[in-house]
């Protein structure tokens, strides 16, 4: 293996450095969204019937103690509970776009890679030709396949490096795309229900006034 990358050139090794990073960052991503997503219609249920019996203070308590950004967007609508639905709404958007930016944070880096792999195995493809060109020309006319061995080597593993790399990054670009767009739909519904039902304890503590 070390002798393969070795034959590769430094841009081979710059391939390998890219994967290895975007798996870092494919893993660190991966278990941040699994911890991030809960049960969120058992976790409203329960901040339900905290809410039912007025203890704000306990309700606010467990959104800070669950991960998640389900858990903070209730918390956010529990503490704009006193406005009007339209400010209310207004406070869990501007709440849902940060922790949406937190969630592809370094989403980029994955991409990235996916991107410039192939590029870059296009890159030592060419230096590899050109390395076997120069071969060619210094020892014409007698030519031995030792002369070009090592720059069609050098094309052949940058290339299949290149895909190598980029193909399982976009794939994982994809996977971790996937969950948080679950993630941002379960944030609209629990959205939608925690304001409804604050507005409607709202109402009817009117009503009952």
């Known amino acids: 293996m070390i002798e ?10 710059i391939i390998v450095v890219c994967g290895l990073v975007a798996l870092v960052v494919f893993i660190e991503r991966s278990l941040h969204l699994h911890r991030a997503r809960i049960r969120f219609e058992d976790f409203l249920k329960g901040i339900f019937n905290i809410l039912r019996r007025r203890n704000i203070e306990e309700a606010l308590a467990i959104c800070e103690e669950t991960p998640g950004p389900v858990a903070y967007i209730v918390r956010i609508a529990i503490l704009h509970r006193s406005a009007d639905r339209e400010e209310m709404r207004t406070a869990i958007q501007d709440a849902g776009a940060a922790e949406i930016s937190r969630l592809e944070r370094r989403l980029v880096v994955v991409a990235t890679v996916a991107q410039i792999a192939p590029l870059l195995g296009l890159l030592g493809t060419v230096l590899g030709l050109v390395s076997c060109l120069l ?38 670009f994809n996977l971790l795309v ?10 609209e519904m629990a959205s939608s229900e925690i304001v409804s039902f604050l507005q409607d304890q709202r109402n009817g503590d009117g009503a009952n006034a």
């Open 4 to 13: 393969l990358l070795s034959q590769g050139g430094s841009v081979l090794w």
């Open 178 to 187: 996937l969950k948080i767009d679950r993630l941002v739909l379960d944030m």
């Open 135 to 172: 071969g060619l020309y210094t020892s014409a006319p007698l030519v031995q396949s030792a002369d070009i061995f090592g720059g069609v080597m050098r094309a052949l593993l940058t290339t299949g490096a290149g895909l190598m790399v980029a193909i399982p990054c976009y794939v994982a």
